[in-house]
């Protein structure tokens, strides 16, 4: 059973900041590539920014310049810094994570979510 536990989100004002962390726990082997996506009402998931294993990184147009993923890996943990926070970046923030188990191999999960809120 893998876990991923999302927190730091939170209500904040236009041009605040938050930081979000996602900590992975279970019976794993390894964790490859790791994320977050996001989900605002009425609209599909979306990507905002990954993380590989070696540190590459790719983000999603709308949050270049503002958000910055990393990750430690000794703690299986992956950190989204979000500054200049707009109110179109309200959202519920997922993270996902690639996550190799015995028995079972890759899979993808995710985490529960947790609400950003961006207020003007």
């Known amino acids: 059973q893998v876990q991923l536990v999302e927190s730091g989100g939170g209500l904040v004002q236009s041009g605040g900041s938050l930081r979000l962390s996602c900590a992975a726990s279970g019976s794993f082997f390894s964790i490859s590539a790791m994320g977050w996506y996001r989900q605002a009402p009425g609209k599909q998931r979306e990507l905002v920014a990954r993380i590989t294993s070696g540190g590459d990184t790719n983000y999603a147009d709308f949050v270049k310049g503002r958000f910055t993923i990393s990750r430690v890996n000794a703690k299986n943990t992956v950190y989204l810094q979000m500054i200049s926070l707009k109110p179109e970046d309200t959202a519920i923030y997922y993270c996902?994570?690639?996550?190799?188990?015995?028995?079972?191999?890759?899979?993808?999960?995710w985490g529960q979510g947790t609400q950003v809120t961006v207020s003007s």
């Open positions: 996902n994570a690639d996550v190799w188990a015995v028995a079972i191999g890759w899979s993808d999960y």
